[in-house]
């Protein structure tokens, strides 16, 4: 069965921190990579970061790198992503996704998708 469910989004100051978290299944949570996209209005879908479960090697975007951490709960089942020091254009929709292989992180390559959550940062 495949599940992700996105959580813990919302509107903070610039500066402020959130945490999002995505519950996952089991056999989703199992596959090779999660990771973190993000989509605001106008702009493509991109990649924030990402946790391979074979090597445990993550990936953070340069963007948002030092300010950003994605970590996992196996006992939960759950992924998250740790966000510090927002800024504005952190502002988007956050999705959760999973992938089949040790993908580089790129949407096209992720087949499984959570219902994203909304990420808002003011200045």
């Known amino acids: 069965q495949v599940q992700l469910v996105e959580s813990g989004g919302g509107s903070v100051q610039a500066g402020g921190s959130l945490r999002l978290s995505c519950a996952a299944s089991?056999?989703?949570?199992?596959?090779?990579?999660m990771g973190w996209f993000r989509q605001a209005p106008g702009k493509e879908r991109e990649g924030v970061a990402a946790i391979y479960r074979d090597s445990g090697s993550v990936y953070v975007a340069d963007s948002v790198k030092d300010r950003f951490t994605i970590f996992r709960d196996n006992a939960k089942n759950t992924l998250y992503l740790q966000m510090n020091s927002l800024k504005p254009e952190d502002t988007a929709m956050y999705y959760c996704?999973?992938?089949?292989?040790?993908?580089?992180?790129?949407?096209?390559?992720?087949?499984?998708w959570g219902q994203g959550t909304q990420v808002t940062v003011s200045s």
């Open positions: 089991e056999y989703t949570y199992t596959r090779n990579v």
């Open positions: 996704a999973a992938a089949l292989w040790d993908a580089p992180l790129r949407p096209q390559y992720f087949s499984y």
